[in-house]
């Protein structure tokens, strides 16, 4: 008898809603901090500043850092030039 009432039990599950405007303020932190890091590897992969591609690394920091990491691979930038001689 008592496992028919724990069964007739209604389970409530609470999730926490995301709406579109937490979603935002989410989203646009993170697109701050992967912008700041793709200006960093901009700047190191080109050895100073260059416009198109710091541009691109804020506008699109997504495309940028997979389309170096794919091109270039992803710690050639960050080795030190001594490790190649």
């Given at each position: 008898?008592?496992?028919n009432k724990k069964d007739n039990k209604k389970t409530i599950e609470k999730?926490?809603?995301?709406?579109?405007?937490?979603?935002?303020?989410?989203?646009?932190v993170i697109h701050l901090i992967l912008a700041m890091f793709a200006v960093g590897v901009s700047i190191k992969c080109e050895n100073g500043f260059e416009l198109v591609?710091?541009?691109?690394a804020i506008l699109c920091p997504h495309f940028f850092l997979i389309f170096t990491a794919a091109t270039r691979g992803i710690g050639s930038c960050f080795l030190s030039q001594d490790t190649y001689e």
């Open positions: 008898m008592n496992s999730f926490v809603k995301i709406n579109e405007k937490n979603f935002l303020k989410i989203y646009a591609p710091v541009t691109t």
